[in-house]
């Protein structure tokens, strides 16, 4: 089955700590996103990147970091510098231009 | 900055009823404007997408309605049931330059039976 796979589904970490959600897709897809999901402020995107070992901030970077050293994954890092990580968040691929992009199922992060 | 605006906010309807959503942008670079559908604790699920290059779209109850000029797009679920209770969210992308794709806000939709 194709798709896009985001581990775990929930996440829980104290405070100070990094911690890294997984993304993993085996649909071909050049582009690569994450975006992050609160009530009431919609689809906020983190970083993208468009090809391998190449990635740009989104509007939201601060606070988290990427690598993109492989086609198929794109693992985002929640570093203890996010003040308020508790969140949704999402993974998305897409393919050649103006095509639909395919998101995962999500990872809820919770600082406990 | 919201690069794709969207409103309103929340809508309850009758089911039968036709719920519009509307969402606005600036960025004349956007070329492609997808519509999706989330339901509770998913990843959102692309519905129905239009170019520049058409007004109106229709795919099954939904339809999109495109005003180029107007720098707006607007989703509209005809007959509406139960079952589409869900969040719904407009985006655009400029595909031909970074590939980027903004979403707006969302809007949550009820259908009451």
């Known amino acids: 089955d194709g798709g896009i796979t985001q581990s775990p589904k929930y996440l829980f970490r104290k405070e100070g700590q990094n911690v890294t959600l997984s993304c993993e897709q085996n649909l071909n897809h050049d582009a690569m996103y994450w975006y992050r999901q609160d009530p009431g402020q919609g689809l906020r995107l983190i970083y993208y990147s468009q090809i391998v070992n190449d990635f740009q901030k989104g509007d939201i970077a601060e606070g988290y970091s990427v690598s993109r050293e492989k086609k198929e994954s794109f693992p985002l890092t929640v570093t203890s510098a996010q003040k308020n990580p508790t969140a949704f968040y999402l993974c998305a691929s897409r393919g050649d231009m103006n095509t639909e992009a395919f998101f995962g199922q999500g990872t809820r992060l919770t600082v406990v | 900055q919201q690069q794709v605006k969207q409103s309103p906010q929340s809508l309850i309807v009758q089911k039968g009823g036709i719920p519009i959503i509307n969402c606005a942008y600036e960025?004349?670079?956007?070329?492609?404007f997808p519509w999706y559908q989330q339901f509770p604790g998913k990843g959102p699920a692309l519905l129905i997408a239009i170019r520049p290059d058409v007004s109106e779209k229709k795919e099954g109850r939904f339809t999109i309605s495109f005003n180029k000029s107007a720098k707006q797009f607007s989703l509209h679920i005809m007959d509406s049931q139960p079952g589409d209770s869900a969040t719904y969210f407009c985006a655009a992308s400029d595909d031909y330059g970074n590939n980027r794709l903004a979403f707006g806000k969302g809007n949550q939709v009820v259908v009451i039976p």
């Open positions: 960025n004349t670079a956007f070329d492609y």
